[in-house]
């Protein structure tokens, strides 16, 4: 990860906003809705890469006892202007933290920005190890196929990424030490999963088509944009879908 190129990236992108256009806030409901399903009253929740803190304040307006951790200091004084105990910390490195410790672990951001294997699974591995016996965790992916389709040939990247042996024969995305996001596929997540014998419940696509398709979504009536998210709440889980939109939301159990 280059920590000063991200740091750089978010001291200038406003999170909260994202979240609050139609497409981002498709993402943050069906994430919300299948975080409500794992939750019990007085749940202590870990919410690593925190961000601006908008899943820590929703969760802590239900009543958990939220800790967030976040690298961007930038972001921990929103997250703490917030009401929320927040630690500055890099996802990869939660030594301050015991074991353990929390019922719910929310991994929604580190992911996006860890570039090397081993980095994504220590970040998985910290996850793991803070998070009770029988607790669950919450890991959101950027995926492979999406970048491939909106920057490759929409944006008309792909031949020059292609040359440059930024894409290889098979469309996957080659990480640079450089980059900002890591892009992966399913059997990507599968391998991190199966390194800590992490048990998977379930895994689900949050956005479903919204970011292909913002100016479509954009347009939709109040009423129509109702139903799209009823529409994409009912399909989120299918498995011909998982990897065709932005976001994938893996959901796990810490097991023995």
């Known amino acids: 990860m280059n920590e000063n190129n991200l740091i750089n990236y978010y001291n200038k992108f406003n999170e909260d906003k994202r979240l609050k256009t139609r497409h981002g806030y498709l993402e943050f409901y069906i994430t919300m809705t299948y975080i409500k399903k794992f939750l019990n009253a007085g749940d202590k929740i870990c919410d690593i890469g925190a961000g601006s803190g908008v899943y820590s304040k929703e969760l802590s307006d239900l009543g958990h006892e939220v800790t967030a951790v976040e690298l961007i200091k930038h972001n921990v004084r929103k997250i703490e202007e917030k009401g929320i105990k927040t630690i500055h910390a890099n996802a990869t490195n939660l030594n301050m933290l015991d074991d353990n410790t929390f019922d719910v672990t929310l991994l929604l951001g580190p992911m996006y920005h860890l570039i090397k294997n081993e980095e994504l699974i220590s970040a998985l591995r910290e996850a793991k190890r803070i998070t009770k016996e029988n607790g669950i965790i919450f890991v959101a992916y950027c995926m492979n196929d999406f ?30 030490e450089t980059d900002l996001y890591r892009f992966v596929r399913l059997e990507d997540i599968n391998e991190f999963n199966n390194s800590l014998k992490l048990e998977r419940i379930k895994i689900i696509n949050p956005d479903g088509i919204a970011n292909h398709l913002r100016d479509m979504v954009n347009s939709l009536s109040d009423e129509e944009y109702t139903e799209f998210i009823k529409y994409n709440l009912s399909i989120c889980e299918r498995p011909e879908l998982l990897g065709s939109g932005y976001h994938t939301l893996d959901i796990l159990k810490k097991v023995s």
């Open 147 to 176: 970048a491939i389709i909106n920057h490759g040939f929409k944006e008309h990247a792909i031949i020059e990424s292609i040359k440059n042996g930024l894409v290889d024969e098979n469309y996957n995305i080659t990480p640079r």
